[in-house]
């Protein structure tokens, strides 16, 4: 990924100039780690910095305060390549350890949370009802992320289910209470079912002679394709559809999105348990199966808008260093949604880190073809 240093948050170190009005601290709450409850805590101070300013901070003495609350978004999204690398971090961390009163929401990596996961047990860390961990870029999607000691996070941790699908069974039970209760039971859902999509594809295919293009092709078809037996696939689809009751139409025609209690129509569980969904479900389903450790081809949702104006989320998975886009609600798969003016919004890394591409019908026929030599 030789694009990935510019999606890296560098060169950030802002403290903000307004404070804003403490909270009333409820029991139970992060806040009560801090403050008794019932009181109010002093008036909150936002701070965003990113690795490459950890220097800087350390030397500015406003951070001790004890009349501000801080509450500091850290960027550190990059690669630890070496001792000294390592040991900026440790000493970051032993700095925020004595800010009298904060709050730490962390936006990592893949190389960086264990080394930070690692340092704060080693550094008997405070605060950890007040820290979020996030890995805002998942850098390393295809490799084993086993290494990553999850269950040892000092803070409650925000993985997605397509990132935890990774980690073992075991893994995951240790994570109750540090991951959300519904990501859990649905990454231990999706586990199953690509487990089961795998002993399918084994039954009826020389798995090993399968190319990223021809799984990701099985996969579509699979969820989606109520029509399969035209192409010959040798099992049968779950023909997923739209999930059109939970959508509806305003005034100006623009369709809209009416959430049902759980979200089940855009999460990818919901959507393979409700046999339908939404785009952003349909979506989030195929990438589930196409980023799981069986097939490891990265794989992420991008949302953005389409030529009616509408909002509209799609999948993008990497091939052979190409971005290949899949509609799974209008256009299907392989196809050039550049050309058909799909947007997606700023800031999605994964859309650009890679250039786009798409088949020709002639050569989406070729993977066909090849399948269904490949049959049993």
Not at 154 to 159: A, E, V
């Amino acid at each position: 990924m030789s694009y990935y240093p510019n999606y890296v948050h560098q060169g950030i170190y802002q403290m903000a100039n307004s404070l804003i009005p403490g909270r009333k601290v409820e029991r139970f709450s992060s806040l009560a780690e801090q403050f008794p409850v019932g009181s109010t805590t002093p008036p909150i101070c936002q701070v965003s910095i990113s690795f490459d300013q950890f220097a800087a901070a350390m030397k500015n003495p406003a951070f001790f305060r004890k009349d501000l609350f801080y509450r500091f978004t850290i960027y550190d999204e990059g690669y630890v390549t070496n001792f000294n690398e390592g040991m900026n971090r440790f000493q970051f961390l032993k700095f925020l350890n004595q800010v009298p009163h904060a709050s730490f929401e962390f936006r990592l990596s893949d190389s960086t949370l264990p080394a930070y996961l690692s340092f704060m047990e080693s550094l008997s860390w405070k605060r950890e009802k007040s820290t979020e961990f996030f890995m805002s870029i998942d850098r390393n999607r295809t490799s084993s992320k086993e290494h990553i000691p999850l269950e040892k996070a000092k803070g409650k941790l925000f993985l997605t289910d397509r990132q935890l699908l990774w980690f073992s069974p075991s893994t995951l039970q240790r994570l109750t209470g540090k991951v959300d209760s519904q990501v859990l039971m649905d990454t231990v859902t999706l586990k199953k079912f690509v487990h089961q999509f795998m002993n399918q594809l084994d039954a009826h295919y020389y798995t090993s002679r399968l190319s990223d293009y021809e799984k990701a092709f099985l996969a579509y078809h699979y969820l989606f394709d109520g029509k399969c037996v035209s192409y010959n696939v040798a099992f049968s689809p779950l023909g997923i559809s739209f999930a059109d009751d939970r959508t509806y139409r305003d005034q100006m025609g623009v369709q809209r999105l009416k959430p049902s209690p759980t979200k089940w129509e855009s999460r990818a569980a919901g959507t393979l348990q409700h046999k339908s969904g939404v785009c952003t479900g349909q979506a989030n389903l195929l990438n589930a199966m196409l980023c799981s450790p069986e097939l490891s081809i990265p794989a992420e949702t991008i949302a953005g808008v389409i030529p009616s104006g509408e909002t509209h989320s799609w999948s993008e998975f990497t091939i052979d260093g190409k971005n290949y886009q899949c509609c799974t609600t209008m256009k299907g798969i392989f196809r050039n949604l550049d050309e058909a003016a799909y947007r997606p919004f700023d800031g999605q890394y994964f859309s650009s880190l890679h250039p786009h591409s798409s088949l020709t019908p002639q050569e989406v026929e070729k993977i066909r073809v090849h399948v269904k030599s490949l049959q049993k």
